[in-house]
């Protein structure tokens, strides 16, 4: 492979030549961090496909694939902890292949997404293992990028670099003859394959029954669509409609799907439990601020009602006497409105009731006083004394 070495301001930059294509290589000293990374790649690069060819390049000339741990469990799924960690030791798996990628990608205003699904055998159409890779939009239409079998291959469990193009940036149906997404969405494809047809393709292939039509086979599927309503779905709005769309097209039809399947029914429990942790902890907030809001009103009330005893002395002007009551009126109305709203939330049931008591008494008390404050103002104040006596 050629290289071309340039000395500029005292740094070191190096390029990978691809046919006419000249390819920036990242220096060590920016590829700390995704953001970093895409910060370099922006600056040397003139388009999205010129920034992912060198990103690609970068991945598979500098990440070696983690052979002996290649069995590991994926206890994460597109985290930065994955991010962290390949960068720091060089090594990764396909999860952290697509996540560097993906990441960096996003970092610079790229729409990289992470695909989880599994590998087929071209011929065969037999899974061979779960697998991670990315799709991404590249002038307008959706492409597939594998950073990980594009860095190089595992032979008899020892892993060889060896940069192969054949897996930057293909086409849905090129790609989806070898990688299948365990959520059809992401075959890019209007007649998607199910999980259940590549079984009883595979069969009738192993049968010798001759050439299947495998774009014949799937069901219509408008998947841009799908994808819009994607990207502003939550997490777990995600892996709800995931999951469904997986059943829908064939289901746990191989043992690579069961695992994605339970993977995502354990993690829709888990994020729908922290939702209702989360709701609780918001309710118990709202309660809590309602509460300080009735602790300011007795204290604004008992302020009224110690400058009451002392016949509303020293002397204060009609006007004043009157804001110092609309503003207890103004702020326990606040506090009925609010709780009005919280008395039927189970977990804080007891509490709101008790406090509604107290705003219950606490109306009636003031109501009295906006009274006597009513016809304070409206009495002649030579006579304003006797009212106190009353």
Same mark, same amino acid.
């Given at each position: 492979m050629k290289r071309l070495f340039s000395l500029v301001a005292g740094v070191l930059f190096f390029f990978e030549s691809v046919g006419q294509t000249t390819i920036p290589q990242i220096p060590a000293s920016e590829a700390t961090s995704a953001a970093s990374m895409a910060?370099? *790649?922006?600056?040397?690069?003139?388009?999205?496909? @010129?920034?992912?060819? @060198? #990103?690609?390049?970068?991945? +598979?000339?500098?990440?070696? &694939?983690? @052979?002996p741990n290649m069995n590991r469990p994926n206890s994460y799924k597109d985290t930065t902890a994955a991010i962290a960690r390949t960068l720091q030791t060089k090594l990764g798996l396909c999860t952290d292949y697509a996540v560097l990628y993906a990441q960096v990608c996003k970092a610079a205003g790229i729409n990289a997404i992470v695909v989880t699904g599994y590998t087929i055998q071209e011929k065969t159409m037999l899974p061979i293992g779960s697998h991670d890779w990315i799709v991404v939009p590249d002038a307008g239409k959706w492409t597939i990028v594998d950073p990980t079998w594009g860095a190089g291959v595992v032979e008899n469990g020892k892993f060889t670099k060896r940069l192969n193009w054949k897996w930057f940036q293909i086409y849905p149906y090129e790609a989806n003859k070898t990688h299948v997404p365990y959520d059809p969405i992401w075959q890019l494809s209007t007649a998607p394959m199910g999980h259940d047809d590549i079984v009883e393709l595979s069969k009738i292939i192993r049968s010798n029954k001759g050439a299947v039509d495998i774009a014949s086979k799937g069901k219509p599927f408008a998947f841009n669509d799908s994808i819009r309503v994607w990207m502003k779905q939550t997490r777990i709005q995600r892996l709800r409609s995931s999951a469904s769309r997986i059943r829908s097209y064939g289901g746990a039809a191989n043992p690579f799907i069961m695992s994605e399947l339970d993977w995502m029914d354990q993690t829709i429990k888990v994020l729908a439990a922290n939702q209702e942790v989360e709701q609780d902890n918001r309710q118990i907030d709202a309660f809590n601020a309602i509460n300080r809001d009735y602790t300011e009103v007795v204290k604004m009330y008992n302020e009224y009602v110690r400058f009451k005893n002392s016949q509303f002395t020293p002397e204060m002007a009609d006007a004043g006497i009157k804001k110092m009551m609309d503003g207890i009126?103004?702020? *326990?109305?606040?506090? =009925?409105?609010? *709780?009005?709203?919280?008395? @039927?939330?189970?977990?804080?049931?007891?509490? +709101?009731?008790? #406090?509604? /008591?107290?705003?219950?008494?606490? /109306?009636?008390?003031? =109501?009295?006083?906006? #009274?006597?404050?009513?016809? &304070?103002? =409206?009495?002649?104040?030579?006579?304003?004394?006797? #009212?106190f006596f009353e």
């Open positions: 910060k370099w *790649l922006k600056a040397h690069t003139t388009n999205s496909t @010129a920034f992912q060819k @060198a #990103l690609f390049s970068w991945i +598979a000339n500098n990440i070696e &694939y983690d @052979a009126v103004a702020k *326990l109305g606040g506090v =009925k409105k609010s *709780l009005s709203g919280m008395m @039927a939330i189970e977990s804080i049931k007891q509490n +709101a009731n008790e #406090l509604n /008591d107290a705003v219950v008494e606490m /109306d009636g008390r003031v =109501k009295t006083e906006q #009274l006597f404050v009513n016809k &304070y103002i =409206k009495t002649v104040k030579g006579k304003r004394r006797e #009212l």
